[in-house]
């Protein structure tokens, strides 16, 4: 992760291969039944689409 708000809800995971930044939104965070949030550095798994701006994590995993 390089960056994620908690209060906003948003943030964004800077990919392995070094290509553009993957915006992310807390409701992509696997529910493992607590509050949705990511921390700056922590490594996740991801899937992503084309989005309006870019793109856009569908699911998230944290590590």
Known sequence: MRFFN????FGFIEPDDGG????VHFSAI???G???SL????RVEYSA???????????VDPL
């Open 30 to 32: 696997a529910d493992r």
């Open 20 to 23: 553009d930044d993957v915006f």
């Open 49 to 59: 689409s084309q989005g309006d701006r870019g793109m856009q994590a569908d699911s």
């Open 6 to 9: 908690a209060e906003k809800g």
């Open 39 to 42: 921390d700056e550095g922590q």
């Open 34 to 36: 607590g509050y949705r």
